[in-house]
């Protein structure tokens, strides 16, 4: 059985820090792409941020230099670092494990999401 379990979330004020842990299990997780998303309140999910099986790394536009992306392979874990969260960072984070092969479809599991609230 797959799961994805994500952690780290809560409210912090703006300007503050928190790290986001996604712990796999039920995979060959070194082999998978893992991402964070998020959802905000009325707002479609985007993808914020995602690591690659050789750490390539992507981030969107309104993070970058804020937030890094990181994983533990020997650990099964991947990681969401954040700085300078602003109210606009505020939602429900989740945690995306990806599986691209030639000539296979994709395999994608989600994590159950966390919340994370930015405000003074």
């Known amino acids: 059985q797959v799961q994805l379990v994500e952690s780290g979330g809560g409210l912090v004020q703006p300007g503050g820090s928190l790290r986001l842990s996604c712990a796999a299990s039920g995979i060959n997780f070194p082999i998978y792409t893992m991402g964070w998303y998020r959802q905000a309140p009325g707002k479609q999910r985007e993808s914020v941020a995602t690591i690659t099986l050789r750490y390539d790394t992507d981030y969107v536009d309104s993070v970058k230099g804020r937030f890094t992306i990181s994983r533990d392979n020997a650990k099964n874990t991947a990681f969401l670092h954040m700085h300078s969260l602003m109210p606009e960072d505020t939602a429900v984070y989740y945690c995306?494990?990806?599986?691209?092969?030639?000539?296979?479809?994709?395999?994608?599991?989600w994590g159950q999401g966390t919340q994370v609230t930015v405000q003074g």
């Open positions: 995306n494990a990806l599986l691209q092969r030639a000539y296979f479809p994709d395999t994608d599991y």
